[in-house]
């Protein structure tokens, strides 16, 4: 069955360039999206159709896409960007999420 | 603005049927498809199944023979009825508004979730 890739964490201290890759057969012909869940909070949407911001969205929330890699980029990490990201694909039949990565701001 | 929120029972028996209502306020439910999206304690992001605000619906392969979705306009309000419950079944269930947008689908708005645990 089709899976998309994500690693399980990232750290990085504050201010620094927070890159998330998903990976996934196939993910370039297709758009991605990324939520962000903070701790006990439902997700929410940061970037849909590869690259594009939701209004009310920070603009150091960035997407591009590469090949079969999706990557979602947080210029300027703050502390409140500490949370789950996933990352989103349709595939023909269904709906796919990536398994999420933890972002942890020291 | 627009928000939704589930409703529902907290625990069901196992091999139960699972009823959730989720209720669109402040906006249309006209124009959308509407998403039930469920996450097991711990776990990653599951897509259940989507229904559009004409009717028709769409379901997760792995768990359509237990799913049905139904939708009422005049109330704004849409269901999830999943049958046959196991312990696997135990999650946060979150209802989300859903945009189809260049041949694919986000979730740009979403529920509180509510907690479903299935034990006897």
């Known amino acids: 069955s089709y899976e998309l890739t994500q690693p399980p964490s990232v750290s990085l201290s504050p201010g620094q360039t927070a890159s998330i890759t998903c990976s996934g057969d196939k993910l370039g012909a297709k758009y991605a999206c990324w939520y962000q869940q903070k701790s006990g909070q439902s997700p929410v949407l940061v970037i849909y159709q590869n690259y594009k911001r939701p209004s009310g969205i920070p603009e150091r929330f960035s997407g591009s896409h590469s090949g079969n890699t999706a990557t979602l980029t947080i210029s300027g990490t703050q502390a409140m960007d500490e949370a789950d990201y996933y990352c989103?694909?349709?595939?023909?039949?269904?709906?796919?999420f990536g398994g999420g990565t933890k972002l942890t701001v020291l | 603005q627009v928000q939704l929120q589930e409703s529902g029972p907290g625990l069901v028996k196992p091999s139960e049927t699972l009823s959730l209502t989720c209720l669109v306020s402040?906006?249309?439910?006209?124009?959308?498809?509407w998403s039930w999206i469920r996450q097991a304690p711990g776990k990653g992001l599951e897509w259940i199944g989507y229904?559009?605000?004409?009717?028709?619906?769409h379901y997760n392969p792995s768990l359509k023979n237990r799913i049905t979705i139904s939708l009422d306009t005049s109330k704004k309000q849409f269901s999830l009825k999943l049958s046959s419950l196991t312990a696997a079944d135990t999650a946060m269930y979150y209802c989300?508004?859903?945009?189809?947008?260049?041949?694919?689908?986000?979730?740009?708005?979403w529920g509180q979730g509510t907690l479903v645990t299935v034990s006897s």
């Open positions: 229904i559009f605000y004409m009717g028709s619906t």
């Open positions: 402040g906006g249309s439910i006209n124009n959308y498809y």
């Open positions: 989103q694909a349709w595939d023909t039949s269904s709906v796919l």
């Open positions: 989300a508004r859903t945009i189809a947008v260049a041949g694919t689908f986000a979730f740009d708005l």
